[in-house]
């Protein structure tokens, strides 16, 4: 195997502490199921981490906002209940709350831990990695030449310039915010991604004061414009929301007697110049790959405009046909759970000596879902691209779930699907949706395009009565009469409830 273009000149080799045949930078999901695939065929394997060895996910992404998530539904449902007939009074304790966040955190993270302290210790390295200019690896008083080397060093939240300094205590990330001892009487959330409305809905549901802001006026990227105004209308009645606002400042004043308060000075929508103030800035608006400072030029990957490796294979996170493979949200192609999990098991796979009979998965296709209520999901390819490419002709089955019958019996009946059905071959190109069980119903549709099933497949496939998801198969029937194909499917329980 030929080693990283970059490597080994004589005078810098001699100084080399170990020379190891893989090296993976980052212990992250992706980085630790690579080394659990490198390491059997290798002995020689170190893996370096900066910081907690629990993940990403486990420590502030994913798991603390679901616990976060699961308290605010249980409170969101406590105080609506009254509709059915049913007279609750609430108390929310927010330490309580934050408290339990952490403990089943603490429950997930030692999991990981217990398989981390499994491996040897002169396998693992508690340090910060650089690659010098002899495309060796710098950490603590170690130089280590790798003959392959797996970069999965994750990604960091994006404060914009100044913001830091500007909002000092008042600010909070997704790395500080499950730390707070206490929910926040206020809370302005810049940012209507899906850390911003995860985040700004759950705390708005758990009582906390919160105005959400966002410079376009589209939650969660949303690209189909039909999705994104039914999506609006769902969570602005919860939340309150400055869409298509500009912030020309942020900042904190110290008031006697009262303590520290952050302000945004914004002007909204209608170009209005506007103040809010309260106690906690969340910032969440976006995440950067952690690849600039790393000296991975250092190895002959070249990064773009945006920072995303060029000649990345997405199947391997093989950068060209360099021993360098980057994984998991470090290269920034699709900065989600699932997807550096595969990316890291591949590329540990492929560095093994074997890497011909290596199973690597296909990268999976798109899919999204953003854990707001109504959920939000994106499947397959989007409404521009589908759009944009003159050779597909297209169909866009509906179907809405504001009087979709099991959804108004829980009601939670808000919402909109779209399928995007292909008039020449009867496949499913992709899918949004704003609303109830959508991660179930975007689940069912990122199996159908995976696995080619056509549209007529779907709906030969049994739904039961009274479901949600019968909510999918009037829109695949939507699809399937829009597209004039002959074998019409006559559906008897059409109109049921
Ligand atoms: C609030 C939040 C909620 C999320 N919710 C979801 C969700 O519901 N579903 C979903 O699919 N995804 C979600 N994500 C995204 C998901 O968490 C990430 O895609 C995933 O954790 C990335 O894993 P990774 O292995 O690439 O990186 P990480 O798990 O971040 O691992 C990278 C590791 O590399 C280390 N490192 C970095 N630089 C160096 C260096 N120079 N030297 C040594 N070590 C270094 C880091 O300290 C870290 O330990 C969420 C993210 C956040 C922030
Ligand atoms: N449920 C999930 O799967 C889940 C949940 C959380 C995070 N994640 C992952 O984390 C990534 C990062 O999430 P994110 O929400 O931080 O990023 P994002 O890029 O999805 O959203 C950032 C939002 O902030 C807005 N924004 C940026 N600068 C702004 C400014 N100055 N003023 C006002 N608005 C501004 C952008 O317009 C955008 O809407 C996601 O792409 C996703 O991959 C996934």
């Not at 810098?12 to 045949?21: D, E």
């Not at 976060?68 to 609750?88: K, P, Q, V």
């Not at 589209?218 to 994104?228: M, S, Y």
Request: charged share 20%; net charge negative; glycine share 8%.
């Amino acid at each position: 195997m030929n080693k990283p273009s970059s490597v080994s000149a004589d005078n810098a080799s001699s100084k080399v502490t170990r020379k190891v045949s893989v090296a993976i930078i980052g212990a992250g999901t992706a980085g630790q199921n690579a080394f659990r695939q490198a390491s059997k065929m290798f002995d020689d394997v170190v893996i370096i981490n900066e910081g907690f060895w629990t993940t990403t996910c486990i420590a502030v992404g994913c798991m603390p906002s679901k616990l976060l998530i699961a308290a605010a539904d249980r409170a969101h449902d406590a105080n609506h209940s009254t509709e059915f007939g049913i007279h609750t009074t609430t108390q929310i304790d927010g330490k309580q709350v934050m408290q339990r966040v952490r403990d089943e955190r603490s429950h997930f993270a030692s999991y990981i831990k217990k398989q981390v302290d499994s491996w040897p210790d002169d396998k693992k390295i508690a340090g910060h990695a650089h690659i010098n200019e002899q495309g060796l690896i710098e950490v603590n008083d170690e130089l280590i030449e790798a003959s392959q080397i797996i970069v999965a060093t994750g990604s960091s939240p994006f404060i914009p310039e100044g913001w830091a300094d500007k909002l000092g205590d008042t600010l909070l990330t997704s790395n500080t915010v499950f730390e707070l001892a206490d929910l926040p009487k206020s809370l302005a959330v810049i940012g209507a991604g899906s850390i911003g409305l995860e985040l700004a809905q759950a705390f708005k549901r758990l009582g906390v004061d919160v105005t959400l802001f966002n410079r376009e006026k589209r939650v969660a990227g949303l690209k189909d414009d039909d999705i994104n105004n039914k999506a609006i209308d769902c969570l602005s009645s919860q939340l309150t929301m400055h869409l298509g606002s500009k912030i020309n400042e942020v900042g904190h004043n110290t008031i006697e007697n009262e303590g520290t308060a952050a302000f945004i000075d914004y002007e909204d929508s209608a170009g209005e110049l506007q103040q809010w103030q309260g106690e906690y800035v969340l910032v969440a608006t976006g995440r950067r790959n952690n690849i600039k400072q790393l000296g991975i030029e250092h190895l002959g990957v070249e990064l773009d405009d945006k920072n995303r490796p060029k000649d990345l294979s997405k199947k391997t996170g093989q950068i060209g046909d360099l021993n360098v493979y980057i994984v998991g949200d470090a290269n920034a192609h699709i900065p989600l759970l699932h997807v550096a999990s595969d990316e890291g098991y591949s590329a540990g796979s492929m560095v093994c000596k074997n890497n011909e009979d290596a199973y690597i998965r296909p990268p999976a296709i798109p899919f999204s879902i953003v854990f707001c209520s109504p959920q939000i999901v994106n499947v397959g390819k989007s409404l521009p691209e589908i759009q944009q490419d003159p050779d597909l002709k297209y169909v866009v089955g509906s179907v809405s779930f504001d009087n979709q019958g099991r959804s108004r019996v829980m009601g939670v009946n808000c919402g909109l699907l779209h399928i995007y059905g292909c008039k020449k071959t009867d496949r499913v190109l992709g899918a949004s949706m704003v609303g109830p069980d959508a991660e179930y119903i975007g689940h069912i549709l990122a199996t159908a395009i995976t696995n080619d099933l056509s549209v007529k497949d779907l709906l030969n496939t049994p739904f039961y009565h009274p479901t949600i998801l019968e909510g999918l198969r009037t829109a695949l029937q939507d699809v399937q009469h829009k597209m004039e194909i002959p074998y019409q499917f006559h559906d008897t329980q059409e109109n049921n409830f």
